[in-house]
């Protein structure tokens, strides 16, 4: 069974970093292109970043770019956004997601969603 | 402001179709595939509709999807109560190099 079970929300003061984690299971992690979206309270979904099987090819968000980086570890079968200059309007529930068959945002599986809350 | 624009809300009573609209660009719906997603309140969206108008496995063949230019569409026959949940659309976009949703839909079943 395919499982993406993500980790290392909270609560952070503007201007801080925060890492969070995806756990995966059930398939093999190193084939999949992943991506995160997030969701703000009350509000709709929101990409955030892509990255390749291989780590290879990364895509971020205008929102976050500079300020958020993407990787994975094939080996640990685990995804990784690392957030830094975190600001108020970051705060949201955070998915991972994989990709499809049919690629680009065909996101077949999502986990659960950790909440991230920055505010002082 | 989304970059794919959807009806915010959209209703219909039990047994009846209900479409949802999901207009873009020529960058993203004219140029790439759309997928279609259903949240239920309080859980993680749901991928509902893949290349415009596949059903991943389990999916009821009453949710039916069509894409026509830089225009997709999103159908719910047969409607029932446990339909009621928010749609979106989303898509790649060339030009943004990302990918792009909709603003999202409720849906309300009378």
């Known amino acids: 069974e395919v499982q993406l079970v993500e980790s290392g929300g909270g609560l952070v003061q503007p201007g801080g970093s925060l890492r969070l984690s995806c756990a995966a299971s059930?398939?093999?992690?190193?084939?999949?292109?992943m991506n995160w979206v997030r969701q703000g309270p009350g509000k709709g979904l929101e990409w955030v970043s892509y990255?390749?099987?291989?780590?290879?090819?990364?895509y971020y968000a205008d929102s976050v770019k500079g300020r958020f980086t993407i990787s994975r570890d094939n080996a640990k079968n685990s995804l990784y956004l690392q957030m830094d200059s975190l600001r108020a309007e970051d705060t949201a529930v955070y998915y991972c997601?994989?990709?499809?068959?049919?690629?680009?945002?065909?996101?077949?599986?999502w986990g659960q969603g950790t909440l991230v809350t920055v505010s002082s | 402001q989304s970059v794919l624009t959807q009806p915010p809300s959209a209703s219909g009573t039990p047994g009846q179709r209900v479409p949802i609209a999901c207009s873009g660009s020529?960058?993203?719906?004219?140029?790439?595939?759309v997928n279609w997603y259903q949240q239920l309140p309080g859980t993680a969206p749901k991928l509902l509709i893949y290349?415009?108008?596949q059903r991943p496995s389990g999916v009821p063949d009453r949710f039916s999807g069509s894409k026509s230019g830089t225009s997709a569409s999103l159908a719910i026959s047969g409607l029932q109560s446990e339909d009621e949940a928010a749609y979106y659309c989303?898509?790649?976009?060339?030009?943004?190099?990302?990918?792009?949703f909709g603003g999202g839909t409720q849906l309300t079943v009378l």
């Open positions: 997601a994989r990709v499809g068959i049919s690629g680009t945002t065909d996101f077949d599986y």
């Open positions: 059930g398939f093999t992690f190193s084939s999949y292109e």
């Open positions: 990255i390749s099987s291989s780590g290879s090819t990364i």
């Open positions: 020529s960058s993203n719906i004219g140029s790439n595939t």
């Open positions: 290349s415009n108008n």
């Open positions: 989303a898509a790649w976009d060339d030009s943004l190099k990302g990918a792009v």
